[in-house]
């Protein structure tokens, strides 16, 4: 019997003792007729509730015996009643009640209430996140378990429901399913509901049929259970932060403890189950067991390493011109191998994607698709079961930001991370594209460097030849935890960006300043500030809510509220950040959607606001003081404004040339955002030139301020604004690099990103030299981390770059580290809460305690 049926039983009877009190009353009123309607209404609901149990339980059930004997009573009570002779009221009820209890006892030993689960899987491919906890309720014979796949739609453009997709034949032959049209919830109200889509009406590419919502389902059962359908290496993206399934779930599963302060913290704690992931219960068993490679596969595989190429969604979101070629090179590395054979799985929704945000781009997609299927470089994938897969792979490509990764970590199986943007294998010194990122120090020194890898590199003579100096000590070998140093008072300062704290080095010791730890998906800081009075070092908040303010002489922190809420700001589901300047004693702080400037005295940190009435753009990217003016550069918009903070004049310049283009960074579409860098102003005999650097911008101009007429200035060593190869990925042209010493005077240096190179160059004349920028190529090659630990949001891998590219990878040529099993299983450890495979079983037990 269900448990919503005997709860209607034990109702029932706790309704009869009510029924009792009040037929005991009539008799003792003498109103026997009363108490004859009574004694019929008893019988009629034992008969009901009979009939109810017989259906589930059997003719001979002994509840069924014992509302059998209490209809005897109550018919016997009726006839004395109609009998108008005298009756005891009391020893009627002591009758009644003595039959009720054995109903009770009986209900309550007898009846084992069976639960109901009902899953409701709408992705095939994504069945793997639900299986296992399937898996553990069909295997109780104590538990009715039902799967139930349900329909899904591709949304149109105009965001309506279009084409129908029905994928419960897809689900393995081993899988009883029911159509979703004989199951009626409203009907059989299950006592637990599994699901694994979370985003209701939220989702812009897909969505399930509405009536299969999360708060529609939450009508019908008391236990709305939602399993991720993705696993992760150790981050989550924003978007998982709080979807419409959160609100109406009683219960999340999450990987491990650490992944709860990922999600909103207005979901109580209490919703959340800490057992792993159903989908790493698939693939560790799997992968004991490998299945039987498909007939069609099997040759193809023969003798060789097979490598799982994923495709993703944010990988072709991100540029997707850069993700069909890279899809073309990696296609060409395969051709022609007979060591390894290339299996490519695209994930189960790209093509949809491609239709609905990216459909220009779909013809190119089908035309590669084609030719790797024609040309037979490998084996495409579009089955549903991904585990199978896996456990039939020796090793991993692809991008970093999806779960398939996390599927591969603990099933131990090496991880190479392509870079969408390499599409040629590494020429002589490519490796700088990665490693010469040089931070440059406004009072021109720059001795130190801290690369992408978490080292710390010195130039001893000041010269930018560069020899590594120490590791920073982050246990990871990537996601840039730091951004620069400085070295003050013989002490060196390294800068967090996605740390939360600020090192402190004194002959090659590191002590850490720890601050509260509040971000916790990266990119926590921007910028830094030091002042002239060497009294504190500032720390410009990106994610992390406070600006920090570090005492240099007694190493006291503040924490100061309320100023970067003002200046990041989440605008059109993106963060946008205004631009940070000094003003006399005054740190400027600007809003990215408007003209508003929040000054704070560095000292007392009291603060005042202004409002720039900017007309022709939005938001302030940055500041150039220029005497007593303020030059604001734009977050949106192709005009600069000239602003007097003291009489409040304010001018616009705009008009660039028509030649003038600004493609936003990656995407490479059109627009009007971020189309400056900042001015930089020169004086010499009489003569005057601002001219502005870009930002996303394709070209240096110059500004006369005058007539306000903008015209190219053409940088001499090059013209480009985006990096010559993939290797050094560029979304700009760069800047001037201008010291205090420099400033005004037309000697300066420019720093052009496309190549990493630096030039000494005059502005007026135009001749330029080159300043050597080298590091040590036996140091880059000895500290070269090869497999490791790669951040906290990615366990263990390697990166493809310039000194291990794709090709290396395939020819086990690896600089660095070579591959660990053992240290990738325990680094993969700290992101699953269950490494025995046993997530579902747990899932579903504590679900049936919860129910019974």
């Known amino acids: 019997m269900r448990k919503f049926e005997k709860k209607q039983i034990e109702d029932f009877v706790a309704l009869l003792s009510q029924v009792h009190d009040e037929i005991r009353k009539s008799a003792e009123n003498k109103d026997y007729t009363k108490a004859m309607e009574l004694l019929t209404q008893c019988q009629e609901g034992a008969v009901a509730a009979g009939e109810l149990i017989e259906k589930t339980e059997g003719q001979e059930f002994p509840t069924i015996v014992r509302l059998q004997e209490y209809c005897e009573t109550v018919y016997e009570l009726y006839v004395s009643f109609a009998s108008d002779c005298e009756i005891s009221a009391n020893k009627i009820h002591r009758r009644l009640k003595k039959s009720l209890i054995q109903i009770e006892n009986s209900v309550r030993n007898d009846i084992k209430a069976r639960p109901e689960m009902v899953f409701l899987p709408y992705k095939a491919s994504m069945w793997d996140s639900l299986e296992s ?81 999360s708060n529609e389902l939450k009508k019908h059962t008391s236990n709305l259970v939602y399993i991720p359908y993705y696993a992760t290496s150790g981050g989550m993206s924003e978007g998982q932060k709080l979807c419409p399934a959160y609100l109406n779930a009683d219960y999340i599963v999450i990987q491990a403890e650490k992944f709860r302060k990922y999600f909103d913290e207005s979901i109580p704690d209490k919703k959340f189950l800490v057992f792993g992931s159903p989908k790493f219960d698939s693939v560790i068993h799997k992968c004991q067991n490998p299945p039987e490679p498909l007939p069609e596969w099997k040759e193809k595989m023969k003798g060789r390493k097979v490598y799982f190429y994923n495709t993703s969604i944010n990988g072709m979101l991100g540029n997707t011109d850069a993700f069909l070629k890279k899809m073309r090179y990696v296609f060409s590395l395969f051709q022609g191998r007979e060591d390894a054979c290339l299996l490519w799985r695209p994930h189960p929704l790209l093509e949809s994607t491609f239709d609905s945000m990216r459909k220009e781009f779909r013809p190119a997609y089908d035309a590669l698709k084609r ?193 970067q809420s003002f200046y990041v700001r989440n605008t059109d589901q993106e963060w ?180 990493r190179r630096l030039y000494d160059i005059n502005v007026f004349t135009k001749e330029y030299k080159e300043v050597e920028v080298a590091f040590d190529y036996d140091d880059l090659i000895q500290h070269e981390p090869g497999f490791s630990e790669e951040s906290e949001w990615l366990q263990y891998c390697l990166m493809e770059n310039a000194l291990n590219s794709l090709k290396d990878f395939l020819d086990g040529r690896i600089t660095g580290a070579p591959f660990d099993r053992e240290r990738q299983l325990k680094a993969f450890s700290n992101v699953n809460a269950d490494t025995a495979g046993t997530s579902g079983q747990r899932i579903y037990e504590f679900v049936k305690e919860r129910i019974s």
């Open 576 to 755: 946008k950040s205004g631009g940070i300047g000094l003003y006399g004693n005054e740190l400027m702080f600007a809003s990215p959607e408007d003209g508003r400037i929040l000054f704070m005295d560095m000292d007392t940190l009291k603060t005042r606001m202004c409002s720039v009435p900017i007309k022709k753009s939005a938001g302030i990217q940055g500041f150039a003081l220029d005497g007593e003016d303020l030059w604001l550069m734009p977050v949106k918009g192709l005009s600069v404004t000239r602003w007097n903070p003291r009489t409040g004049e304010t001018r616009e310049y705009g008009g660039v040339p028509k030649n003038f283009q600004v493609k936003r960074w990656p995407y490479e579409y059109e627009c009007e955002e971020h189309p400056f860098g900042g001015p930089s102003f020169f004086r010499e005999g009489g003569r005057e030139e601002m001219i502005l650097s870009p930002n996303w911008g394709n070209m240096y101009l110059s500004l006369d301020r005058k007539t306000g007429r903008m015209q190219e200035w053409k940088l001499p060593v090059g013209s480009e604004n985006r990096g010559k190869n993939g290797y050094f990925l560029a979304g700009g042209m760069g800047s001037f690099v201008i010291t205090e010493e420099q400033a005004g005077k037309p000697d300066c240096r420019v720093w052009y990103v496309p190549e």
């Open 371 to 563: 030719e790797f299927v024609r040309t037979k470089t490998g084996i495409l994938d579009e089955t549903p079961d991904i585990e199978n897969t896996i456990a039939l792979c020796d090793a991993y490509i692809g991008d970093a930001g999806t779960s398939v990764t996390s599927l591969f970590g603990v099933a131990g199986k090496p991880m190479f991370i392509l870079n969408n943007y390499i599409h040629t294998l590494p020429e002589k010194d490519d490796w700088r594209g990665e490693r010469v990122a040089l931070q440059f120090n406004g009072w021109g020194d720059d001795r130190y460097q801290v690369t992408n890898n978490n080292q710390l590199w010195f130039s001893e003579k000041n010269d930018y030849h560069y020899k590594f100096y120490m590791d920073l000590g982050t246990g990871y070998s990537g996601s840039r935890y730091y951004m620069r140093a400085m070295e003050i008072r013989g002490k060196v300062y390294v800068i967090p960006c996605n740390a939360q704290n600020l090192l402190i080095i004194e002959d090659k010791k590191i002590r850490k300043i720890e601050f509260p730890k509040y971000t916790i998906q990266g990119a926590a800081f921007q910028s830094c500030f030091r002042d002239d009075g060497y009294k504190y070092l500032y720390l410009f908040p990106n994610q992390y809510p406070k600006v920090i303010r570090f005492h240099l002489d007694t190493e006291k922190v503040d924490y100061i509220d309320g100023i």
């Open 133 to 213: 906890v399937w898996q553990a309720a069909e295997a109780d014979p104590a538990c009715d378990a039902y799967v139930v796949p349900i329909p899904y739609y591709d949304r149109r453009p105009d965001g309506s429901l279009g084409t129908y997709h029905y994928e419960g034949n897809d689900l393995p032959a081993y899988v009883p399913i029911v159509n979703y049209e004989a199951y009626c919830l409203e009907d059989r109200n299950p006592d637990a509901v599994f699901i694994h889509n979370p985003y209701d009406h939220m989702n812009h590419v897909t969505s399930v049929d509405p009536k299969f919502y």
